[in-house]
């Protein structure tokens, strides 16, 4: 009942924001939110849902919030700061935050480098660790392919290792602004396929207007091939993204 209740807000509020959405936003707001490492500042709101199978018919659902905001550091460079917290079933698990030093522009070959960080927001087991992050994409005026890449290594005496992730991205805006995108998070150890999560899959979105807010409603759903026994067989993710352009 604590999913489907909070699925329906969400949606009911996706709906809300289409009906009152008269136009779609420009092409140059529906580009930057398929760049991860554009000037633009915003605030996602995401809804994950997992769903398994047999015993393990729900392993938790996720409510991210995941603020961007942008800084100019010279006039060819900004700093693109990303904060995600996180809450499982009620609870706060461990916050991100991340920096990409990257160029100031909108197309052609498009990079960003920085560092990551995790806190043990969790509580006592939470982790703790640092390490790199890069990002590297090709963008057009419909269409982004690339990906980010990040390595974080356990700094606590709890945990062993470190974190890997890679999140391939590809997307394209169709005639009707409407974008189709695929971004699957790919975490853990490839020479470990016991703990590997390979999701494939992806979905769709489309920047509208709420009142003079323009807001990006995007769906995706991901099968995942390879996970730990533990893991999900499916996962959905409903995103609510409010922009702020300057």
Known sequence: MKRISVLKSILMTAALSVSFGAFAADDQLTN???NP???????????????????NVNVGDL???????PFKVTSDFNLITRTIVTINDGNLADTSFSAFLSPNKSS??????????????SGSN??????????GLLASDNTVMGG????????????????????????????SKVYLTSAPLIVGDITDFD??????????????WLGKLPVNLNAQAYYNILRPSHYSDLTFQFTMQFLFPK
Do not use: C, E
Not at 37 to 55: A, C, E, K, R, W
Not at 63 to 69: A, E, S, T, Y
Not at 108 to 121: E, R, S
């Open 37 to 55: 490492v554009s000037d633009l500042i915003s605030l996602p709101f995401q809804y994950v849902m997992n769903v398994g199978t047999g015993d």
């Open 32 to 34: 930057k939110v398929q």
């Open 108 to 121: 052609g070959f498009l990079w960003g480098a920085g560092a990551v960080a995790i806190a043990p927001t």
């Open 148 to 175: 980010l890449f990040s390595h974080v290594i356990a700094l606590d005496d709890k945990h062993s290792g470190g974190v890997t992730t890679l999140q391939p991205i590809i997307s394209h805006t169709l005639p």
């Open 63 to 69: 409510i991210r919030i995941q603020p961007v905001i």
């Open 126 to 135: 939470g982790m703790f660790g640092v390490g790199p992050t890069v990002a």
């Open 195 to 208: 703990n590997l999560i390979l999701p494939l899959g992806g979905g769709a979105g489309k920047v509208f």
